[in-house]
């Protein structure tokens, strides 16, 4: 995710159920670095009337932070519990990251807009569970759904990446970068892979060392073979400043067989990007790991 622990932290799962009516309506996995004596756990609850409306750089509704009765320090405390929905429908987080100095929590997801449509949901929280600013984006189509989340080393920027139809009814890759500090949008990219492709599916994203450069990978449909879309690696590298396409790298092991990328990550130094997933040939299915120069 880019977002990496620092010598003397933590990291925690916290698994949070929020109850309706005498039944479970989501259940969040939220994995968070903690610094001493700080915790974040997020849980977007599913049922329910919406409480308000959801705008780009404003409050979105839904929002309820629940401090912790106890004062104690004892690991696995909970300090507090933050529920985020969007103006429409159910909300449905996918990706949490911290920032550099470890004071806001970032998470994003599928989020309702009042256009009925799914879109990004992107909120952020302090450290005491207070929400700063909720951003959702919505593509030319109206379906569009956010897979990861990272944040730039010096804090200063948040990335989301998913998917997003187009005015066609594709599905794109969709990355956006937004300012950390206040949730205004700094930039959109797409990728609508080659000429004739049937959907893009962006599934993870990475920011280099130095903050210079975003790096999405994911599942895009080449040109289709008779009726049959056959997927491959779709790595795609952005000027983290401009969102800027530097390059595009595809991968598959046969043209007539599939391959979806599932996890990026950048060495220490920024030189070199790893991306895996699963491929297929004639023998079966392997993970299939590729390195690039960054």
Known sequence: MGVYPSAGLKAEIVRYGAWRGGRIARIAL???????????TVAAAS???SQGRNTSHAAAAGLRAEPAASTATAAGTRLWVALYRGSNGASEATSIATSSHRSEVFVTGLS????GHQA??????SARGVRRWAASYNGPAGENFANELAVSPDGSKVFVTGYSQDASG????????YNAATGARLWVARYTGPAGSTGNFANALA?????????VTGASAGKPIGNVSQYEYATVAYDSSTGASRWVRRFTL???????ATAVAVSPG??????????????????ATVAYRA
């Open 254 to 260: 046969l043209s007539t067989s599939g391959a979806s």
């Open 207 to 215: 920011v280099s060392p130095d903050g210079s450069k975003v790096f």
């Open 270 to 287: 920024g030189s070199k990007v790893f991306v895996t997933g699963n491929a297929a040939n004639a023998a079966g299915l392997f993970y």
């Open 120 to 125: 990004y949901g992107t909120v952020t929280y």
């Open 30 to 40: 939220a994995i968070a670095v903690l610094a001493p004596a700080v915790a974040a």
């Open 47 to 49: 049922a329910g009337a």
């Open 170 to 177: 594709t599905d794109d890759y969709a990355t956006v970068a």
């Open 112 to 115: 309702g807009d009042t256009s």
